[in-house]
T-cell receptor, first 114, second 113 residues
C-alpha cells in the first residue's frame, strides 16, 4: 500500500464547474498538508498549506483535512481553463529530521474546457 | 529574483555515461532538495541538504551523488547512467524545514538510452 494515494484522473470538467480533488494517506504522523499545482513543463508551485485538521480557504480554493479519516481534499470553485494543470497533494510529519521530506501523491491531471 | 534555476533543461545520455545536473538558488535558503518525477508516480526525494557541507540521502539515492559547498548551489551527479534514471529531475529549496513551502525549479528532463 502506498503511503499517499491520489486518483490520477485524468479529470475533465466544463468551465465554471466545482472540482474536488482528494488524497488518502496511511501515516498518522503526518501533520502538514499541502497542495501543489504543476503546469506542463514547469515545476510544482505551492497552492495551499494546512496544518493539522480543518479547512482553509483562499479565493476559489478550499483545502480540507480530516485526520481522523486520513483524508484531504482540495475544492476549486468556478473552475477556469487556467486551472488546467496537474495537482499534487503532499504531506509531512514535520519537525525533527523531516527536513522537507514531503511524501507526494501521484498527481491528478485536471483539464477545464471552455 | 530568479528563484531556483536548473540546467540543462534537457539531456540525452547513453548508458554508462556520467553527468551533473546543476541547481542554484538566489533566495539564501538553507534547505535544498533533489526530487525525481516519473509518470504516475509523484515525486520521490533523492537527496537533501540542510546547509553548506551537510547532505543526506532521501528515499531513492542509489546511482546519485550530491555535494553542497555553498548555500546557493546543490549539484546532482549521475555516475554510470542507466535507463532506470530516465526521469524529470526537480531541485527545490526552502528557508526552513518541512514546515515551510518548497520552491521548485522547472526541472531537467533526462533520457538514458
Amino acid at each position: 500500500q502506498k503511503e499517499v494515494e491520489q486518483d490520477p484522473g485524468p479529470l475533465s470538467v466544463p468551465e465554471g464547474a466545482i472540482v474536488s480533488l482528494n488524497c488518502t494517506y496511511s501515516n498518522s504522523a503526518f501533520q502538514y498538508f499541502m497542495w501543489y499545482r504543476q503546469y506542463s513543463r514547469k515545476g510544482p508551485e505551492l497552492l495551499m498549506y494546512t496544518y493539522s485538521s480543518g479547512n482553509k480557504e483562499d479565493g476559489r480554493f478550499t483545502a480540507q483535512v480530516d485526520k481522523s479519516s486520513k483524508y484531504i481534499s482540495l475544492f476549486i470553485r468556478d473552475s477556469q481553463p487556467s486551472d488546467s494543470a496537474t495537482y499534487l497533494c503532499a504531506m509531512s510529519a514535520g519537525g525533527g529530521t523531516s527536513y522537507g521530506k514531503l511524501t507526494f501523491g501521484q498527481g491528478t491531471i485536471l483539464t477545464v474546457h471552455p | 529574483n530568479a528563484g531556483v534555476t536548473q540546467t540543462p533543461k534537457f539531456r540525452i545520455l547513453k548508458i554508462g555515461q556520467s553527468m551533473t545536473l546543476q541547481c542554484t538558488q538566489d533566495m539564501n535558503h538553507n534547505y535544498m532538495y533533489w526530487y525525481r518525477q516519473d509518470p504516475g508516480m509523484g515525486l520521490k526525494l533523492i537527496y537533501y541538504s540542510v546547509g553548506a557541507g551537510i547532505t543526506d540521502k532521501g528515499e531513492v539515492p542509489n546511482g546519485y551523488n550530491v555535494s553542497r559547498s555553498t548555500t546557493e548551489d546543490f549539484p546532482l551527479r549521475l555516475e554510470l547512467a542507466a535507463p532506470s534514471q530516465t526521469s524529470v529531475y526537480f531541485c527545490a529549496s526552502s528557508p526552513l524545514s518541512a514546515v515551510s513551502p518548497l520552491h521548485f525549479g522547472n526541472g531537467t528532463r533526462l533520457t538514458v538510452t
